[in-house]
C-alpha cells in the first residue's frame, strides 16, 4: 500500500464549473477525513466517513460541497457552481487506529484554483 | 474554526539550535498531535501526547502538554536544514469516546539556516 492518494494533484478551472476529486485511503483504514488548507492556515474540516457513512460534517460545507463514500473504500468531493473563495489545498486523510487515538495520514492534496 | 493557536507563527535559528513552538487550545481534549507540513505537500505525523501525559519523547523531538494551562509544546533538539518546514498542533476533542476529529492551528513556519 502506498499511503493515501489524491487526484488530481492541481485543478485550474474557470467559476461557475464544477470539480471533482478523488481520493484513495489507505485499503485498511475505515475512517476518511477531507480537509481544506488555504495558504498560511492551518487544515480546517469539512467532513469525515467511517466506512460509507458520512457522520460529521462542517458548517464550512455548503449547499454546493458534497462528499461520498460509496463501499467504504475511496471517497469522492465534489464542489459545484465553484467561486473563487473555493480555491485551496484540499486535504484529503484516513485513520485506522482502534487506540481511539485518531491518527491521521493524509495524502498530498490536491490544489483547486478558481479563476 | 481552529482550536488552536501556535505561537510563533515565524521562526528562524541555525542549524543545530534547539527550536521550540507553542501551542495553546480551548475545549478539553483526549489527546493532542504534532504534525509537519513541507511546502505544498499533505502533513505528516510526528507525535502524539495524551490528556494523561505531561511529556514524551521521540528522537530529537519532545513534547510537553499542560492540561491545566491548555498549551503544549514542541521542542526540536539539533535542528537539521531539513527540519525547515511549517509544524501544526491538533487537538482531538472528547466525544462520544473517541476522539474522531483532529482540529488544526495556525501553524509555525520553522526555517532552519545550513
Known amino acids: 500500500d502506498t499511503g493515501v492518494s489524491q487526484d488530481p494533484r492541481h485543478k485550474i478551472t474557470k467559476r461557475g464549473q464544477n470539480v471533482t476529486f478523488r481520493c484513495d485511503p489507505i485499503?485498511?483504514?475505515?475512517?476518511l477525513y477531507w480537509y481544506r488548507q488555504t495558504l498560511g492556515q492551518g487544515p480546517e474540516f469539512l467532513t469525515y466517513?467511517?466506512?460509507?457513512?458520512?457522520?460529521?460534517k462542517s458548517r464550512l460545507l455548503s449547499d454546493r460541497f458534497s462528499a461520498e463514500r460509496p463501499k467504504g473504500s475511496f471517497s469522492t468531493l465534489e464542489i459545484q457552481r465553484t467561486e473563487q473563495g473555493d480555491s485551496a489545498m484540499y486535504l484529503c486523510?484516513?485513520?485506522?487506529?482502534?487506540?481511539?487515538?485518531?491518527?491521521?495520514?493524509f495524502g498530498a492534496g490536491s490544489r483547486l484554483t478558481v479563476l | 474554526s481552529q482550536q488552536g493557536e501556535e505561537d510563533p507563527q515565524a521562526l528562524s535559528i541555525q542549524e543545530g539550535e534547539n527550536a521550540t513552538m507553542n501551542c495553546s487550545y480551548k475545549?478539553?481534549?483526549?489527546?493532542l498531535q504534532w504534525y509537519r507540513q513541507n511546502s505544498g505537500r499533505g502533513l505528516v505525523h510526528l507525535i502524539l501526547?495524551?490528556?494523561?501525559?505531561r511529556e514524551k519523547h521521540s528522537g530529537r523531538l519532545r513534547v510537553t502538554l499542560d492540561t491545566s494551562k491548555k498549551s503544549s509544546s514542541l521542542l526540536i533538539t539539533a535542528s537539521r536544514a531539513a527540519d525547515t518546514a511549517s509544524y501544526f498542533c491538533?487537538?482531538?476533542?472528547?466525544?462520544?469516546?473517541?476522539?474522531?476529529?483532529?482540529?488544526f492551528g495556525s501553524g509555525t513556519q520553522l526555517t532552519v539556516l545550513p
Open positions: 486523510a484516513s485513520s485506522g487506529d482502534s487506540s481511539g487515538a485518531n491518527v491521521l495520514t
Open positions: 485499503s485498511e483504514h475505515n475512517r
Open positions: 466517513f467511517q466506512n460509507e457513512a458520512q457522520l460529521e
Open positions: 475545549t478539553s481534549i483526549n489527546n
Open positions: 501526547i495524551r490528556s494523561n501525559e
Open positions: 491538533a487537538t482531538a476533542r472528547i466525544s462520544s469516546g473517541s476522539a474522531r476529529q483532529l482540529t
